[in-house]
Nanobody, 122 residues
């Protein structure tokens, strides 16, 4: 069984910073990608940033220059440093991982964390 455990959400004033962490554990052979999505009330879940195996990084246009994603492969952990936060960043942030469970199968599986609330308000 695979688990993604997130931490680091909270309430912050506009212009402030937060750092999210997500650790993957369980029966994992390899991780193809890890990243963060978010969902605001009444809106669809959207990609914030992700890191693909090999190092390619993608950011949503709305967070470029403010958010930085990084990954510690030894710890199966992904981080999201969020600076200059804006009220529009308020959402539940979900960790996401696409991974292989064993060497015998090339199938990949997508897993989600439980979500962590980020609220940007004065």
């Amino acid at each position: 069984q695979v688990q993604l455990v997130e931490s680091g959400g909270g309430l912050v004033q506009p212009g402030g910073s937060l750092r999210l962490s997500c650790a993957a554990s369980g029966s994992i052979f390899s991780i193809n990608a890890m990243g963060w999505y978010r969902q605001a009330p009444g809106k669809q879940r959207e990609l914030v940033a992700d890191i693909i195996s090999g190092g390619k990084i993608n950011y949503a246009d709305s967070v470029k220059g403010r958010f930085t994603i990084s990954r510690d492969n030894a710890k199966n952990t992904v981080y999201l440093q969020m600076n200059n936060l804006k009220p529009d960043d308020t959402a539940v942030y979900y960790c996401n991982a696409i991974l292989r469970l064993n060497a015998q199968q090339s199938n990949t599986y997508r897993y989600w964390g439980q979500g962590t609330q980020v609220t940007v308000s004065s």
